[in-house]
């Protein structure tokens, strides 16, 4: 069986709660497991509402913050245990690609920088030739030219020109996988699209998997392979995208995807919502199902046990909810 690109166990943390921390503590992602496959190249979505865990688990995955509890295991290392080299090379082979397209740049140094330190840093090219063709390969993959860009300040780019180049550095080092942490939230719809195709293009042509951090559910659907949507910090469901989106079956998911407005103007849609303070629940690991409060199934055995994945008709589909116990 072939080693796992990237494989998550009972991924927890907790913030909170520590002797010189205080104050409340707070379960920002619980029991969390995920396999990405190394033989075949995967878009994996991860999304939820502000909150839900998603930048959490971007962050362990990519080793700013320590797990709690659990493993996070890349080509079967553990992340915990990586010596100093290893983690290096670890950077080399995981990229991340931010939200924000204008804070990832230094405003002093024109936007060429950023890429001569790769190159230098990772001992890329033996020469300032090598060097330069190598930008320019991973320039031209986003649709973008050096002379056009390399020699100007990062205040004299477009948000989408700033993006494109984040993901061109990422590429830059030709690794196996790209944390895309909400990489089309700051640029305009035509932009979203491009930045999206260069995302499919990069795992079909390239064969560079996606961990896709996203609250939107429209672009999931578009480009993603699988997707696990997360309630604060558990999975709530998880599968195939379009199976989920087309066929959610847990109660959040459900109201999730029922709250999209429908583009008929003789259609209301109803924008007063009340919601019970359900975060009271995120204080425990051994809380019930945190969906109880707003859930209308809600069972006296969901408030004091939290309900498995449960599969669907056997299949990769899966909810955390007691309606699917008895599926087969």
């Known amino acids: 069986m072939t080693t796992p690109l990237l494989e998550i166990t009972d991924a927890t943390k907790i913030y909170g709660g520590g002797f010189l921390q205080g104050g409340k503590k707070v379960v920002a992602l619980q029991n969390f497991n995920l396999t990405i496959p190394a033989d075949t190249p995967k878009i994996v979505t991860i999304a939820g509402e502000s909150g839900s865990g998603k930048s959490t688990l971007a962050n362990l995955v990519l080793g700013f913050t320590p797990l709690t509890s659990g493993k996070i295991t890349f080509t079967g290392h553990d992340l915990s245990k990586l010596t100093k080299e290893e983690r290096g090379i670890y950077r080399r082979h995981v990229q991340v690609v931010f939200q924000d397209p204008y804070a990832v740049y230094n405003p002093f140094y024109r936007v060429g920088h950023i890429y001569d330190l790769i190159i230098k840093n990772f001992k890329l090219a033996k020469s300032k030739k090598e060097g330069r063709e190598l930008i320019e390969e991973a320039l031209n993959v986003v649709g973008m030219q050096g002379d056009e860009v390399l020699h100007k300040y990062p205040h004299q780019l477009s948000g989408g020109q700033r993006q494109r180049m ?30 999206l195709d260069i995302m499919l293009r990069l795992r079909d042509d390239y064969g560079i998997s996606f961990l896709y951090i996203t609250h939107d559910l429209s672009t999931a659907y578009q480009i993603g392979d699988d997707i696990y949507l997360l309630y604060q910090g558990s999975i709530a469901e998880s599968g195939s995208t ?60 969901c408030l004091t046990t939290q309900p498995l994945l449960y599969q669907i008709n056997g299949s990769s589909h899966q909810a955390a909810c007691y309606l699917y116990a008895d599926e087969k």
């Not at 061109?168 to 491009?194: F, G, N, Q, T």
């Open 166 to 195: 984040m993901v061109a550095r990422a590429y830059l080092l030709k690794p196996d996988l790209i944390v895309a942490d909400e990489p089309v939230s700051m640029v305009d719809a035509s932009l979203r699209a491009m930045i």
């Open 242 to 301: 379009t199976e989920v989106i087309e066929n959610p079956k847990h109660p959040y998911v459900q109201q999730l995807i029922g709250s999209i407005p429908v583009p008929d103007p003789d259609q209301k849609w109803d924008s007063e919502i009340s919601l019970p303070d359900d975060e009271l629940m995120r204080s425990h690991t051994d809380s019930g199902c945190r969906f109880y409060a707003r859930c209308t199934h809600h069972w006296e055995k």
